[in-house]
């Protein structure tokens, strides 16, 4: 069950309304990573971190297909993944009202509803996974 926690919190992106762009700080979750974009970036509060690639990451939705989310910054030091809300309303449709933020697809079928944490925070559980190639031996 511990592990199931910790596991679960790795999972957890921010549904972020103020960032300006995608960004993880796990390696591992990108199927593709350009390591060549670089840069810095400045928070709100003035902290600034290091860009230190830009690529896809594979998500496993609840039917068990995939989907991609592309131009994800990678940056270490990053403890949080954030989807910029911003970033995907032509591919969704995002309604709140009363704390809670729904997501549905283009043809307005709800994929999910998430409720507001702290902070106005919204947290959504998006397992990752890695592209299997089937390969002739």
Wanted: proline content about 1%; glycine content about 4%.
């Amino acid at each position: 069950m511990h592990n199931e926690r910790i596991q679960d919190k790795k999972n957890m992106w921010n549904l972020d309304n103020e960032a300006s762009n995608h960004m993880c700080g796990e390696k591992d979750k990108f199927m593709e990573l350009d390591k060549v974009i670089r840069a810095n970036i400045t928070f709100v509060d003035h902290s600034k971190v290091t860009i230190k690639g830009k690529g896809t990451i594979l998500i496993k939705l609840k039917d068990e297909s995939h989907q991609c989310i592309g131009d994800v910054y990678y940056i270490p030091t990053v403890k949080k993944q954030h989807i910029e809300l911003r970033k995907i309303v032509g591919e969704y449709e995002i309604k709140m009202k009363d704390l809670t933020l729904t997501l549905l697809d283009t043809k307005e079928a709800m994929i999910t509803k998430v409720v507001m944490i702290k902070n106005k925070v919204f947290l959504l559980n998006i397992k990752t996974d890695v592209p299997k190639c089937i390969c002739e031996g």
